[in-house]
Structures are given as structure tokens and as C-alpha cells.
């Protein structure tokens, strides 16, 4: 067990510490209660990762962080009887066995339960009991209760369990009317019949089945009282107007991408330092389009001087040489030539390319550069995971492959987690892997002589090549961290190419959404914790960033299946019911503009900082599981000063990788072949 204890103390630190979790209680507990017991045994090497883990019987272990919250919002005393529902793993009623009394804890799978038993004893809990039964229904032998928690979400708080709380006591669950999304909620008993209420967090919790919660999966459908699901509102003479008509009347129609009027709209963000435009898939057209129309005006008519993009440094800087008309280097160099080839290589992008190297031709003395954000290289890298994994050991590929295929910062899947089981040691290959991306790195950065100049200072590549460790480590298990860690750097090397350029410089960035929205008003940031690019230019440049997002209601999108999978155009399925995009849909509106900057649309803006769902499409598509895989609780006024809308889009168009694809080369070039 002692092999744990590092990885016991940093996730303590890390997850929750630093997440600003105050309880001292909780906080000792968590660095006691040994979570690799919790966990079965071929996911040990997981336990302390920043997520939930399966345990079986489709249930999970709560990420740990999670556990914490829903503690310290229980504000548990020594001496404190518990009624803790859902044991699982029996980890959460450990952690309040540190701290309180007495806790009961209660579990409707018998073998779940059975196991927590025997584990809780192993470990020398001998003020837990764990009871079989409907946790719904509370416990009503052993209550009051001065503090009761839930680890499975319910359509409303059960009757029985507010009964149960004594004075003063405090009751923390997720409640939610869908059974996989919820609010956590706090009650506290005031009185006999006086309870205050208010929800704190969004969750993704297991759904709570019982007498009074959801109904057994494949059982008969049940109704429940009206805290159930909240039902539509009856229009009155004071309703606001439908979403939908409130932003149709603040929105401003946009003409279409070609018309030269199309970019005039957003010169109101002509004096921010730096401009961020988004996109809602790696491989939509209009997106690309209008990027691209919008960088030629800031270029053109309001002096900003480099485009920086969420793509690969070293490929970028081959673009950068094209474009400002400088000799390559060695050999002939083609860039994008690794998954996803299309999110470059496509004739959007090269139309781009060519306008900046003609613009550059012509105006010498103030030329445009372009840069590549992503310093560590995503793709290469996972490109040398899989192919050295392939040669050693193709069942721990095929897991690395799901991994890297799963979509980022959501990670929803624990069970791709479950399936590193069966490659028989994932983490054999783990330090060799982190050398050998390491002396990659090294090598990328020696090649880089001239291209250094951008952004890269030799003490600058002294710094990356320390901190790549702790990023190929993340990257290599393709865990939530290393989302975070990845839009560190990406920020970091923002910073370096605007200080390059002199302080009066202005900078254009193109990255996803998810990298550009701010991450505090997603689900992303609130629940996950996840930091992105986005947030981290506010943070640093305030007022003199624009954070502009895009979205789509319908079409098709140019997409893989699974990570290294071919490109395949695919149906956009049309938007969700209550989702952002289904109320942009509403408007009717081909094309429009949001501006979402204080003091204009105020009280539209007001409305979009409750969360809505928001569709976000990367390299990977799967309709299939849409609804699980791609969207995400967000608050569209959080995130973006202003928002644009293309109600139907198409794929990109991409252009041939291989040789004998031969297509426009001469003047296709870098991208020819
Ligand atoms: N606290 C647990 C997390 C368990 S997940 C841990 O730390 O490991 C939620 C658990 O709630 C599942 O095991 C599920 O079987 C259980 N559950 C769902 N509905 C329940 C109910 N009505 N009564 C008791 N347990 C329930």
C-alpha cells in the first residue's frame, strides 16, 4: 500500500486543496482512507486519478474531488450519526467513518454491498454498517439522522430522508430530472417543517432507484409529484418571451461569408489585444470561412500582425515560412501529414494561406506570421504512442486507441478506463513511452533554429523540455489532466508570440470552442475542474480579449470514428430540444450575430448564464451516442463575448495526402505533393 501514499498526498493536494475544498475533516480523512482498496484491483493504477472508476454492476466510484464536496457541504462533526446512501465501494462511508460517529450506509445491490462490507471490515471500520436496501426510504430505526448523503441522483429529495434529518441536520444529493444529470442540492432542517434549500454544482451521478427515486431500469414508468420534472410554463402576460425570440430580436443577421459586409460586423473587436475565434467541429467549412474572412480584416484594415492556431508548432512553422516567402528547411517539407490531416488540409485553410503569403508579398514591412500553438505535438505524439503500443503489445493499442478517441476534457466513459484491465499493464510501457516522446521533443526543438525567433528562446525550450515529463505522463493515459496541461502551454506560448512581437502587437487565435469558451461557465470547468485557453486571456488580458464561439444547428462535418480513423463526411444531426443551438435554431435566422458584451443585450444576457446544453464536435463524431459523447452543460454568456451562428453547414473539403493523389500542386504548395 505504501507505493500509494505519493499518489494519496498529490491527489489531496491537487483535487482537492487546490480546488478549494476548506474542510480540515474531509481534507485529513482523504489523506488517510486508502482509495487502491476501494477500487478493483486492475484499476489500482487508476485510483487516484481525477475521475470516477467503475466498480461493477455499472456503478462507479465517485471521483474523488466529488466525495469531497458533497462532504464538506454535509459539514460533517465528530460524534455525528450518518446515513450515507449508495455504498458502492464503501469509499465515501470511510471517509465519513473518519470523521463522524456512527454512519449507516446503505446499498440495493446486494453483492455491492456485501463486498463494501467485508472491505470496510478489512480495513478496521468498525463504526460503518452496511445495510441492503432502498435508501429512498431512508432508515427510519437508526434516525435522526445529523447528516445524510446520496451518491445516486433522484427526481427530487425522498420524503423520508427529509424526516430522517435531525435538528440542524444537513442532507447533500444530486437531484435532477434527468436520470443522468443533476444539481447537487443542500437541504438543512431549520424546523419541524422549516428546510432551507439551495443547489450548488452540477453533477453526473447514477441514477437513485427506489420507492421514491427513479424507476428500475426496463420496470413499469411511474409518475412523481410536481418536484419531478419541471413542467413547461403557462405563458402569461409577464412570461419573457421563448429563448428563441429573445435572441432573434438582439441578433444581428449576417450576410453571407463572400460579401465583403460579412467581417465589417466584427470590427467592434478591432482595439482587443487578442481575438479568439472558435469553431463547433474540427471539419465545418463555414467555420473555417469565416475565420478566415474575419483574419483578413483584422490583418488587413486594423494591424494585426500573427495568426495563431490550436495546430502543431513545427507544421505551423512551415506555414509560416510559405507564407513570409523564407527558404524551407532541408528537405521540401509537407505539413498536416499526420490524423486529422483534414483540419489543415483542406481548401478553406489553403485559400488562407495563399492570401497571407500575397499579402505578405506586398506588404514587407508589415508582415503576418503564423504559429502553432500546440508545442508538445497531440498528434505526433499519440502517433508514437500507437505505433511503438502496435509493435509491443496491440491489445494495450487498441485501449491507448479508444483513449485518445474518447473527447477530452468530458471524459465520460470510465469504462474505457475498465478496459486498460485487459491490455495486462498499461503502465509497463509508461516510462519508456515518456523518454522517448521526451527525446522527440528535444529533437523538434534543435531542428527549430530560424522558426525559434517566433516564441521559443533557448531558455523558454530549456523550460518546456523540463515540464515535458509531467506532460507525456498526462497525455500518455490520456486522463483529464492532461486537458488542463495542454491549454497551459498553449497559453504560455500565446504569451511568448505576442512578447515577440513587440508590446503593441495583436494577435488572432483559432482554436475549438472548447478551448476558447471559458471554461468557468462550462460544465467543464465547474465539474471537472478543467482551465482552457479561453479563461486563461481574461484572466491575463481582461477586457482587451475577445472570446468569439460558433455553432451550427444541421449539415455535415468532415470527422474520424475513432482516433486515426479515416476522414468520413457525416451527418450533423439536427440540435437537441434545450440546447443553445436548438433556441439559435428557433430564430429562424440563416446566419446571425450575438453580441453578448456587457451593457448591450443585457437582459438576453442575463438568460444565457443559466446552463444550457452545448453541442461540441472535435476530430471524432459519433452521432450515434451524440447526446453522451458531445454535449455539455454551458453557459453561452460565460463563455463568449459574442456568438456565431450558421444554422446549416458542410464539411470541409479535404486535399489529398499521398503521392500519387496528385491534384493542383504548383500552386497548392506547401500543401501539394
Ligand atoms: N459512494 C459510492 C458511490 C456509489 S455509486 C462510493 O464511494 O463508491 C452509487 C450507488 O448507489 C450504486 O452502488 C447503486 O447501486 C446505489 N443505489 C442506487 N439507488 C439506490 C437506492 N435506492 N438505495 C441504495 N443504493 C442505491
Known sequence: MGDFDEARAWMVERQIVQRGVRDDYVIEAMRRVPREAFVPSDLREFAYDDTPLPIGGEQSISQPYIVAKMLAAAELQPGDRVLDIGTGSGYAAAIAAEIAGRVDSIERDASL????????????YENVEVHVGDGTVGLAAHAPYNAIIAAAGGPHVPRALRAQLALGGRLVMPVGGSPSRQRLVKIVRRGEHDYDEH???????????????????GGAPRTYDSRAEPTAPVPTASTPPPLAVAIRDAAEPLPDIDAPEFATFFDRFAMRRVVLLGEASHGTSEFYRARAAITRRLVERHGFSMLAVEADWADAAIIDRHVRDRPMPGERSRPFRRFPTWMWRNTDFMSLVAW?????AE????????????IYSLSESIDAVLRYLDSVDPAAARVARERYGCLGPWQKDPAVY?????????ARFEEHMVAQLGDLLKSRLAYARED??????????????????HYYRAMYYGGPQSWNLRDTHMFDTLRHALDSRGPQARLIVWAHNSHIGDASATQMGRVHDG???????????????ALIGFGTHSGTVAAASDWGGPMEVKTVRPSFDGSVEFSMHGTGLARLLLDLRPGVHDALRERLRAPL???????????????????????????FDAYVWFDRTSAVSALPVSADEKNHAAQAFPFGV
Do not use: M
Not at 443547489?199 to 447514477?206: K, L, P, S
Open 113 to 124: 454491498a456485501e463486498g463494501a462490507r467485508e472491505r470496510l471490515q478489512r480495513l478496521g
Open 356 to 360: 497571407l503569403r500575397s499579402h505578405n
Open 452 to 469: 525559434g525567433e517566433c516564441c521559443l528562446d533557448a531558455a523558454r525550450k530549456a523550460r518546456l523540455v523540463a515540464l515535458a515529463e
Open 418 to 426: 475498465a478496459r486498460a484491465a485487459l491490455s495486462g499493464g498499461y
Open 531 to 545: 482551465i482552457n485557453l479561453g479563461q486563461l486571456c481574461r484572466a491575463q488580458f481582461g477586457d482587451a480579449a
Open 199 to 217: 443547489a450548488f454544482a452540477d453533477v453526473r451521478f447514477v441514477p437513485l432507484v427506489g420507492d421514491d427515486g427513479w424507476p428500475e431500469p
Open 613 to 639: 446544453l452545448e453541442r461540441f464536435i472535435g476530430v471524432i463524431y459519433r452521432p450515434e451516442t451524440e447526446r453522451y459523447s458531445h454535449y455539455a452543460q454551458a453557459s453561452l454568456a460565460g463563455q
Open 363 to 374: 506588404h514587407r514591412e508589415r508582415e503576418t506570421r503564423f504559429c502553432g500553438l500546440d
